[in-house]
């Protein structure tokens, strides 16, 4: 019910731009987060947004370079990575829950199937 896309590979410094298509659920009332796992590491928090769009969060590694966005009558939320770093290599999971987002990944009942991201020279 979330599919996830756009992963890729780039160089440092570079861009890519994520989207999550929802269907199957009521999209506007469900609170999005993006979440990331590395290998052999734990998957972790990244950015979510509010089911308005009008309240966003960060995790501190990715603030001021990611920006997460949605668009309720496309059904599609959005990270947008600017400034990439070899560091934000990983694949990278859309979720949903309903009304309010938190930084669990624990706490969401929807889960898209990932896309890889590479950041390598």
């Known amino acids: 019910q979330l599919q996830a896309s756009g992963g890729g590979s780039v160089q440092p410094g570079g861009s890519l731009r994520l989207s999550c298509a929802a269907s199957g659920l009521t999209f506007s009332s469900y609170a999005m987060g993006w979440f990331r796992q590395a290998p052999g590491k734990e998957r972790e928090f990244v950015a979510a947004?509010?089911?308005?769009?009008?309240?966003?969060y960060y995790a501190d590694s990715v603030k001021g370079r990611f920006t997460v966005s949605r668009v309720n009558a496309k059904n599609t939320v959005y990270l947008q990575m600017n400034s990439l770093k070899p560091e934000d290599t990983a694949v990278y999971y859309c979720?949903?829950?309903?009304?309010?987002?938190?930084?669990?990944?624990?706490?969401?009942?929807?889960w898209g199937q990932g896309t890889q991201v590479t950041v390598s020279s």
């Open positions: 947004i509010s089911w308005t769009g009008g309240t966003t």
């Open positions: 979720a949903g829950r309903p009304e309010i987002f938190t930084t669990k990944a624990y706490d969401y009942n929807y």
